[in-house]
């Protein structure tokens, strides 16, 4: 059964408010904490879900899901249906006039509207039986009636402070505008334009809908400044009228030295994470959930933290790799020429990005590529 707040709600333990009591406490009801309740609620265990705000939850974001992000999701038992989401079966890399390309291995991403994706998700949740408190502030963290409590409440995680992680500033931040355009897609794929100081993100969403996304270093640069770059791709999306205001948001590159203390463990964006230039935050999230609800299972966190560092291996060392070639505009060139050239190493690169490469082809690709350094 879902519980809705009446938009004045504060979840405490003192006072003449309830307390809840539960298996699993999430503080947080974006994608991130939402996969771990229906996990959890899976795998047998009471479960509450806390969050200020009110479903639909929006976030600036490129919206597309990698195809280890739809196989989770799966798992989960989200089902999109065709009408709600854009299929794209690889990426591209554009860099002036020399177009990379990679497919995924037989399987498919999903592009979909964060405000398509989070009602399924909260659906989901109410389906196998999560109590969902909306409008609901959690201001302490002292719940002696829950057995687990999961901070989900984003990179600024109040329940990272309250349960004294410690400080673990951001290495790397950059900031990242969207938009929709309600033109078809003109490809098959995620399109990535590289640019001197900023990549532009063209996400198929739907039949007729792209989804324009910019992120760079630089935290003034704004969608319609970034296209100027890009005189082919501002043609394209030049008669039509973009059919949302530009959201923003900041992407960052931070891993803790561990991600759970006592009962307290961290997911998605509040547990670490890698710069949107993966394309993972999703999937990493979801993935993540299913490894928590495993050890919740087993009643030992310290397997979550284990298979958290492996979720993030590949996608973290791929952000590096992006990030370099963001950073470094004279290896960018080349590095783009080659992977035009060598469709099967790029392809090789995918798969290992998305987890679907074997231990061969990770270590023939790595010394492949470089040889191009």
Known sequence: MSTCGDGSGILLRVGSIEVVKTDVLIVGGGPAGLAAAIAARQRGFTVTVVDAAKPPI????????????????????????????????????????????????????????????????VNRAEEVGVRLLWNTAVRELDFPSARWIVGADGMNSAVR????????????????????????????????????????????????????????????????????????????????APVTPERGSVTECRRLPRVYRGNVALIGDASGSVDAITGEGLALSFRQALAL??????????????????????????????????????????????????????????????????????GLACFQFSKTQ
């Open 58 to 121: 929006d976030k600036a974001c490129g919206e597309g899901l990698m195809p280890d992000g739809v196989e989770a999701l799966a798992r989960l038992g989200v089902r999109i249906a065709p009408c709600d989401f854009a299929p794209f079966w690889g990426i591209r890399f554009i860099n002036g006039g020399t177009v990379a390309r990679a497919d995924f291995p037989g399987v498919f991403g999903m592009g979909v509207r964060r405000t398509r994706l989070h009602p399924l998700l």
């Open 161 to 240: 402070r309250w349960a004294g992680f410690g400080g673990c500033p951001a290495r790397l931040r950059r900031f990242g505008f969207r938009r929709h355009f309600p033109v078809a897609p003109w490809t098959d794929t995620v399109d990535v334009h590289w640019g001197r100081d900023c990549q532009v993100y063209v996400t198929p969403v739907g039949a007729n809908e792209v989804c324009v996304a910019v992120i760079s270093r630089h935290r003034h640069l704004r969608l319609g400044d970034a296209l100027i770059e890009f005189p082919e791709l501002a043609a394209r999306l030049g008669p039509y």
């Open 293 to 362: 609800a495993e050890a919740f299972a087993a009643d030992d966190l310290r397997l979550y933290d284990a298979a958290h560092r492996r979720i993030a291996r590949m996608p973290g060392a791929m952000a590096n790799l992006m990030l370099l070639i963001d950073e470094r505009g004279w290896l960018r060139h080349p590095v783009i020429r080659l992977l035009a050239a060598q469709p099967q190493l790029f392809s090789a690169l995918l798969r290992m990005h998305i987890g679907a490469a074997s231990q061969h082809e990770t």
